[in-house]
């Protein structure tokens, strides 16, 4: 939702909650830190009052300068870490442990000084834990709240909770030392005041690979009748079953097939182009009814492959009433179960509103856990190293940056421009009238004030074709190929930085073009017969550039858009998902710097390096991710050594290489890639060591870089591999910002032989520095025109 034009509703403030008026909400992402008078007192004593929803996290925890006590939560039940000066330790509990829920549960923790220095924690008045062991606590004044900044936490708890083990749930009657804390008057993070049940349900799940979750349909319609349903998943595996609906109509399900999304319902088969196994959270919805089926995923319809099922669909017994399996079935069958985490699920009802399950009230799940853990990720991203490098060590964060520093994405909106042609292709659209084409944009360009909107081209060959492009700031709409001209001009101009509703119909005779409300029409092609087509012609549609190869003179326009486009539709009705896709990404809301920016949508850039002279070698570039693991480049040919890679992995850079003899690697572990800030990151090849290079870290290995790869020129693959290798990445594509690529200490100059496919955006690099700001202020600044090529970058 644009929430400046649809208003959120409030939330309720009814009274007679104590949770609504006292009580504050712990969002999963976030903590407090409250400070407390230093008293040299015989007791210590904290309370506070839980409704826990996360499985796993941190609730208390209080240091003093190398020791340090830990009240956690893990798979659902109370421990305690401490470390008095003797290692890491956990707690034996006195009693069995409870399991921690949304049910209230008022917790105390004691500090008892004196001749016998104790620790005491009790729940509900029970005392569960009690360490007895000299400490130096007494002399803290300060403890944190439902999660710790990653920095503040020792590295023994940080390998347990890397992300800071933030918790989600409710929390009131916090006391410190007998005094009342308010919150609101503490500068927290990711806090909110005023808490009730409706924030406690269940939305999400993470699934471990051997578990599966049942949920009951109650007053579901049939699978014969209308069905709209949808969630929410994220995971890495290629090959996972994520949702089977049980019905005594039959059952239908949604799978991971190599990494493709495919739903089998009833005795069709739909299976998106795109692969999705690739770690980032995507949401998956369908419909169908008696006409057909319709699958989105990250809300764009998919151009799907669809045929007649072949092979037979495992089915479990019938049951009444039906029940949806997420995750996995109970019994084994061709998909394995699944590993990542599955959110937000509804399934349209007959009566009443549409609604999101509590995935809480499950009919008895197996091995499944509340929350979109990162330790679940890790486990995936873990088994991705082992396999690309048998001496990189396990890395230890969740693949996405906690704090990303990339300014808000505008939705739907493609930016276009470049050094380098961008285009997104649509091949084979047809109108719905066979005489007519009408398409529709939003349009906001950058300061250029030419280049070419639309083309589209009747794959036919022998019609004539429609071209939409900006000349010296007016829009300007023609046709070209065989019969008369049609040409119309907008009256007003275009204005840089702001958006315009461009409409365009061309039909028989003439053509209208609407911008901003404002219509103009061409003259009528009078006195010539146009040819009737018995059906619409199929067109192939360029929107914001062409291929280099397709410029000529005939065209009105030599360059592409500068700017970025949405809203694109045919006969009032969105654009399907793009054939092809060069040069073009989200649109951001920032300003742009040099550098060429991957959105982590398997962009790629390929460029011939110049010759190199043996031994010494050197590449040098710097960095900025939006994720914690992405493949950086790849030397070589995509399917064969020798090769030499980069990539990020998790809390290290991974240098591997093969020289046809077998792999040879090194790493540097450095835990604040995701800062927000550039990296320097060099590779170093002398006469028998390879070196890499992070900022002022760096490791090495011995190994001899193939003199096939340094002596003459290779390919240099940005960001991901071509979409023509038949190799999948091991790892994700690279999401964030490339600079200052360096060969032997030259720069890179764009050259005619780059190539581009995929996301990619050479017209530069979103600007991180404003939203590293401590206040976080709107970016309002302007796009600008970078002063020199993306891949100059020096």
């Known amino acids: 939702l644009d929430t400046a034009v649809d208003k ?15 009580g504050s909400y ?140 933030s918790v989600r749930g409710c929390i009131k009657g916090i006391k410190a030392l007998g005094k009342y804390v308010d919150l609101k008057r503490l500068n927290t993070t990711g806090i909110s005041f005023g808490c009730t049940a409706d924030l406690l349900v269940g939305r999400t799940m993470t699934f471990h690979g051997h578990g599966f979750l049942p949920l009951a349909l109650p007053d579901v319609a049939p699978i014969t009748e209308v069905v709209y349903s949808g969630f929410g998943f994220r995971g890495t595996q290629d090959n996972n079953l994520l949702y089977y609906r049980t019905s005594p109509d039959g059952p239908y399900q ?41 699958l989105y995923v990250d809300d764009q319809l998919q151009l799907v492959k669809s045929h007649e099922r072949t092979t037979p669909m495992l089915q479990l017994q019938p049951e009444e009433p039906s029940r949806l399996l997420l995750g996995g079935l109970p019994v084994s069958g061709t998909f394995h179960n699944f590993s990542g985490c599955i959110s937000n699920v509804f399934v349209q009802r007959l009566r009443g509103p549409q609604r999101v399950f509590d995935l809480h009230q499950n009919m008895g799940s197996v091995n499944v856990s509340v929350g ?30 906690t704090t990303p520093w990339l300014p808000g994405t505008i939705q739907d909106a493609y930016q276009f421009g470049g050094p380098l042609p961008s285009y997104l292709q649509f091949v084979g659209i047809s109108p719905s009238h066979r005489n007519r084409l009408h398409l529709s944009m939003l349009v906001r360009p950058h300061a250029a004030s030419q280049g070419l909107l639309l083309s589209t081209a009747p794959m036919s060959g022998r019609s004539p074709s429609l071209v939409l492009f900006l000349n010296h700031g007016h829009f300007v709409a023609q046709t070209e190929g065989p019969g008369p001209r049609l040409q119309v001009q907008s009256r007003q101009h275009s204005r840089a930085g702001q958006w315009h509703r461009v409409s365009v119909r061309w039909g028989m005779q003439q053509i209208q073009l609407v911008v901003d409300g404002s219509q103009t029409w061409s003259q009528k092609a009078l ?113 064969a050594t020798p090769y030499m890679q980069l ?52 490791n090495h290995t011995t190994g ?21 290798s038949t190799a999948r990445p091991e790892l994700p594509a690279y999401r964030g910002c490339l600079r200052k690529l360096l060969i032997n200490g030259a720069p890179v100059n764009v050259t005619a032989s780059v190539q581009i496919q995929g996301a990619v955006g050479m017209r530069g690099c979103p600007s991180g520095t404003l939203a590293l700001s401590k206040q976080g202020k709107a970016l309002t600044q302007r796009q600008g025109k970078p002063s020199v090529s993306p891949l100059l970058w020096h």
């Open 8 to 22: 959120p509703c409030a939330r309720s403030k009814a009274t007679g909650d104590p949770w609504l008026t006292d």
């Open 26 to 165: 712990l969002d999963g992402s976030g903590f407090a830190r409250i400070s407390f008078e230093k008293q040299f007192s015989n007791t210590k004593r904290f309370d506070q009052e839980l409704r826990l929803v996360s499985y796993n996290g941190i609730i208390f925890f209080l240091k003093q300068e190398s020791q340090f006590l830990c009240l956690a939560v893990q798979e659902g039940t109370l421990v305690l870490f401490y470390d008095f000066g003797s290692g890491l330790k956990k707690a034996d509990p006195l009693q069995p442990p409870q399991a921690l829920t949304a049910a209230s549960k008022a917790i105390q923790v004691f500090l008892l000084a004196g001749n016998r220095k104790r620790v005491l924690v009790r729940v509900e008045r029970a005392t569960v834990f009690s360490v007895d062991q000299d400490n130096m606590l007494e002399m803290a004044d300060a403890y944190y709240l439902g999660g710790v900044p990653p920095e503040q936490l020792p590295l023994s708890l940080r390998q347990l909770f890397p992300s800071g083990g």
């Open 254 to 294: 949604v799978s991971l097939r190599e990494g493709h999304v495919t739903l089998r319902f009833m005795n069709q088969e739909v299976e998106t182009q795109r692969v999705f196994a690739d770690g980032a959270p995507h949401y998956v919805a369908f419909y169908s009814n008696v006409t057909g089926v319709w």
């Open 372 to 401: 979109c853990t990162p330790a679940q990720l890790i486990e995936t991203s873990r088994a991705t190293a082992q396999k690309v490098s048998r001496r990189s060590r396990q890395p230890s964060q969740d693949l996405a940056c």
């Open 527 to 639: 006195h010539h017969r146009v040819p009737r087509a018995e059906r619409p012609q199929p067109y192939t549609l360029s929107v914001g550039g062409l291929p280099a190869s397709s410029y000529s003179s005939k065209l009105p326009v030599s360059v592409g858009f500068s700017g970025c486009l949405k809203k694109l539709q045919l006969d009032k009705r969105p654009l399907r998902t793009p054939t092809q896709m060069v040069g073009v990404t989200p649109c951001v809301s920032g300003p742009l710097e040099d550098g060429l920016f991957f959105p982590g949508s398997e962009g790629v850039v390929t460029l011939e390096l110049p010759k190199a002279k043996m031994p010494y070698v050197s590449l040098e570039l710097e960095m900025r991710p939006l994720a914690a693991a992405g493949l950086i480049f790849h030397l070589g040919q995509a399917l």
């Open 647 to 698: 990539k990020v992995l998790t809390e290290q850079v991974l240098l591997q290489a093969n020289d046809g003899a077998g792999e040879f690697s090194t790493w540097v572990t450095y835990p604040k890639l995701c800062d927000g800030r550039w990296h320097r990151v060099a590779v170093i090849m002398g006469r028998d060591t390879l070196r890499l290079e992070v900022d002022t870290q760096s």
């Open 704 to 724: 001899r870089l193939p003199e096939s790869l340094a002596g003459s020129p290779a390919l240099l693959h940005l960001g991901s591999l071509p979409k023509s």
